[in-house]
């Protein structure tokens, strides 16, 4: 597996990947911003001008990578925020993923996070945020795994229940 920048090449792999959450009715697929129907040389350009900082406020760089399979298949995205703004602080943290459900259970999303984990830290960030769901027991197994630790459950005005906030570093 490796984790890459998307390019257009991957655009069959990316129909497929999108299409699975599709038919699992996974309508939203965190970290996944572009519209379906968004043309891929397009959403190559989105990511290389979020990466380096051409959006307005409240947008913050951010940094796209998709896990790409042995098989040339997209099996999960990550995308991390160079720095938090007050909406990341309170819900979204630095780093949000999404792994195919065919891919699941195989340390796909594991892996996501730790080479998140090593771009922030080359950027500088010592202390990286990662918010979770209180009921999404997979993704809190997985930033524990990457040594994150819970430091306080807060309630989402934008999203109507509570979220947990774990710090890793
Ligand atoms: C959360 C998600 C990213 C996990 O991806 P993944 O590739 O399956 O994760 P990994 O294989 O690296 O690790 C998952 C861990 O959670 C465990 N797990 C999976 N489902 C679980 C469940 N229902 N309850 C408890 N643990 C669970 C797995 O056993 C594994 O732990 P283990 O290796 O110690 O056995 C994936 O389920 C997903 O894409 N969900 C939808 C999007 C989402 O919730 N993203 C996170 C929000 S930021």
């Given at each position: 597996m490796q984790i890459l920048p998307l390019e257009p090449d991957h655009e069959a792999a990316l129909h497929a990947f999108l299409a699975e959450f599709d038919a699992a009715g996974e309508a939203v697929i965190p970290a996944y911003f572009a519209p379906r129907d968004m043309p891929i040389e397009q959403i190559v350009e989105e990511h290389r001008a979020e990466e380096a900082g051409e959006r307005s406020a409240p947008m913050v760089p951010a940094s796209t990578r998709f896990a790409i399979?042995?098989?040339?298949?997209?099996l999960g995205v990550y995308n991390a925020r160079h720095v938090l703004n007050d909406r990341l602080r309170v819900f979204g943290g630095h780093v949000g993923y999404s792994v195919r459900p065919s891919a699941r259970g195989r340390g796909v999303a594991t892996q996501l996070l730790r080479h998140a984990i090593d771009l922030l830290r080359g950027l500088g960030t010592a202390s990286i945020l990662v918010t979770c769901d209180p009921t999404n027991d997979a993704s809190a197994r997985v930033i524990e795994r990457c040594g994150g630790v819970l430091k306080d459950r807060g309630y989402s005005d934008e999203h109507g229940h509570e979220i947990c906030r774990y710090w890793i570093g």
């Open positions: 399979g042995d098989d040339g298949a997209v």
